[in-house]
Nanobody, 118 residues
Framework: QVQLVESGGGLVQAGGSLRLSCAAS????????MGWFRQAPGKEREFVGT????????YYAASLKGRFTISRDNAKNTVYLQMSSLKPEDTAVYYC???????????WGQGTQVTVSS
């Protein structure tokens, strides 16, 4: 059974940083791409970025590139989302997801709340 468990969310002041983790288990993810998404209250889910377990550079939403960094630790089956220069508009529930490359995301975590105060 595939499990994705996010952690690291919390309350941070504007301008601060936060690192989210997504621990994956339940299968071999070497052919998978991991994605980060977020959803703010009353808004649609927004794409943040992706990274492949097999290698290569992460891909980011243009509006977030430069402030957000995605990385992975294959040995720990964990993907990270490092967020810096946070703004109140970054407040959202952040989700990680997994899916086969070019086939969409089949598995989702439960989400972790990030709140940025002004």
């Amino acid at each position: 059974q595939v499990q994705l468990v996010e952690s690291g969310g919390g309350l941070v002041q504007a301008g601060g940083s936060l690192r989210l983790s997504c621990a994956a288990s339940g299968r071999t993810f070497s052919s998978y791409v991991m994605g980060w998404f977020r959803q703010a209250p009353g808004k649609e889910r927004e794409f943040v970025g992706t990274i492949k377990w097999s290698g290569g550079n992460p891909y980011y939403a243009a509006s977030l590139k430069g402030r957000f960094t995605i990385s992975r630790d294959n040995a720990k089956n964990t993907v990270y989302l490092q967020m810096s220069s946070l703004k109140p508009e970054d407040t959202a529930v952040y989700y990680c997801a997994a899916g086969l490359v070019d086939q969409g995301f089949d598995y989702w975590g439960q989400g972790t709340q990030v709140t940025v105060s002004s």
